[in-house]
């Protein structure tokens, strides 16, 4: 479809974003107007212009999810693209309930806008304002904190997810909060005043399914959970005669005469299912009836910008737990930044509890984040064995951490210490894949994901002997 003619409306309250937003849009071939009021704005809806509508939330005359339902009600047909510098969970679910077209957080990539301006305009988004209804709830009941980009596409999908009944699977490692975000959906959805029932399927045999189905005195699950969400746990790990029974399950609740009842689905799986399918570890056909809405939950360590404001939020709900009320200051908060937190969000609320509860110091600096996070990690060396659940890189941060200390304490040059670490992980991870692989340097290519040449020439480097791998 030709742009030309067509007309967007750009209400900002900072005249360079205008300009820019401005100048981006007419390289496009678009007509804009600008303005840096909602009031004006307003006028220009009620007298009829536009056909779309760009615009900031907070503007100096007043807020726009105010005049919002007014303009849907004025204009029904008019996509509002709403953006906000106040990245939350709170201002993507309001722009969605207020009825916007769409939520755009700031900053964002000026082709990002473009294209979906495009897309608003060609219309390949249904339009539903069903949500107008409901009323946002306060920002500190919700149970998502974080700002950074990475959150901003779980605000965006679920804002737009919680006013439909369709399937959800939330996918993501273990300790991201993946049962928060199904509760959201709950809470922020149609079924908010129904129940809200969880299965794990963790290790759950088939009888035990059944049994969890059907229920006691003949009430089972989908009947405790009518008129709310069935939350379904544990996806991954569950036992593939378990997949082939709830697969049989959900394909006979999914007709016309359903016993599942008034229910929403929504599943959890700490790893990438498409993958296990490919695998054959799970199945293909209990995937694809699961997979309508997809929402995948990022890892701690890929949105490190949030991790301040969650450690805050932790200190002052162990101050309402009673643990003794504490506060971080800017080092503490530096500190927690360059920890990678394999636990993700469940380890970081872990750490701020037992700091809230056990620190006689009022103010949590950087000095006692790290002794609490060394002593936490360094624990299994110091005891002369590595527990089960040592993470790669827990057992990597204490051996450097002794290497560091031993070589400081000795005089000793630490002007090859990359190299050095980077060849002691190296040997046993070559060495035991070309065992695996029984020499085969192809294949051991394959598996550590390198380009083989390379592969060769990190195996010259390190004097390895390509026959040591074979059987």
Known sequence: MSVAGRNVLIADDDASIRLVLSQALAREGYQVRATGNAATLWKWIKEGEGDLVLTDVMMPDGNLFDYLPRMRMERPKLPIIVMSAQNTLLTAVSAAEHGAYEYLPKPFDLDVMVGLVRRALEGKKDF???????????????PLIGRSLPMQEVYRTLSRAAGFDLTVLIEGESGVGKKLVARVLHEYGRRKSGPFVTLSLAALDPRSLDQAIEGHNGIGLFAQAAGGTLFLDGLADAPMPTQARLARILADTSGPKSSMGDVRLVAASDRELKGLVMNGAFREDLYYRLNVVTITVPPLRERMSDVPDLARAFLARATKDGLGEKALDKSGADELETWSWPGNVRELENVMRRIAALSPDPVIGADTIRRELFRERSQPIVTGHIGQDDDLETVARTAISKLIAQASASGKSMTDLHESVIAAVERPLFELTLR????????????????RNTLRKRLALLDIDVGRGKA
């Not at 695996?436 to 380009?451: F, S, V, Y």
């Open 128 to 142: 539903n304002a069903s949500n107008q209804q409901r009323k946002a709830e306060k920002e500190e009941r919700l």
């Open 436 to 451: 695996e692989t029984r020499g085969n340097q192809i294949k051991a290519a394959d598996i550590l994901g390198l380009n």
